[in-house]
């Protein structure tokens, strides 16, 4: 079992910036690609980014990239996401989730964070 908590949600203007902190116990941390997901009020949960277990890969959703950077630290048990100029249209709560594999569908995640709220007003 592999307990994950989200961090660094928060309310931010148009163009700002956010990063958001994905804390996981349970089992080695090493082990699991990680990968964070959102959903934004009325819509289905999307893909946002992945990344390896290793670090050495990473996908990201086109509407995401240049904007948003994934990265972990195995040695803290820690995968983040910071967020860059972003826009209203990333208003979602943000879920991080761990896995056997990266991939882009959220049927290759085994666990989920309960969540962190993102806004951002135009």
């Known amino acids: 079992q592999v307990q994950l908590v989200e961090s660094g949600g928060a309310l931010v203007q148009a163009g700002g910036s956010l990063r958001l902190s994905c804390a996981a116990s349970?089992?080695?941390?090493?082990?699991?690609?990680m990968g964070w997901f959102r959903q934004a009020p009325g819509k289905e949960r999307e893909f946002v980014v992945g990344?390896?277990?290793?670090?050495?890969?990473?996908y990201y959703a086109d509407s995401v990239k240049d904007r948003f950077t994934i990265s972990r630290d195995n040695a803290k048990n820690t995968v983040y996401l910071q967020m860059n100029n972003l826009k209203p249209e990333d208003t979602a709560v943000y879920y991080c989730?761990?896995?056997?594999?990266?991939?882009?569908?959220?049927?290759?995640?085994?666990?989920w964070g309960q969540g962190t709220q993102v806004t951002v007003s135009s």
């Open positions: 989730a761990a896995g056997g594999r990266v991939g882009r569908t959220d049927s290759m995640y085994n666990y």
């Open positions: 990344i390896s277990r290793s670090g050495s890969m990473t």
């Open positions: 349970g089992r080695t941390f090493s082990n699991y690609a």
